[in-house]
């Protein structure tokens, strides 16, 4: 489950984290794409929406 949708469960102590020593930090995400020149609309909207949650 993402974290941020529990951040207040696991602060009040209603979840636990059980996984949390096998799990990496997120680093953020890696978008590879050929051009930039012919991107899509809603390509657009997608690296623009990541960037922000970055």
Do not use: K
Not at 17 to 27: G, H, I, K, S, Y
Not at 49 to 54: E, I, N, S
Request: aromatic letters at 12%; one cysteine or more.
């Amino acid at each position: 489950m993402p974290e941020d949708q529990v951040v207040d469960e696991v602060r009040r102590g209603d979840l636990i984290r059980v996984l949390e020593d096998w799990c990496e930090p997120f680093a953020g995400y890696h978008l590879y794409y050929p051009n930039r020149r012919h991107t899509s609309p809603a390509f657009a909207a997608v690296v623009d929406a990541l960037r922000f949650r970055a």
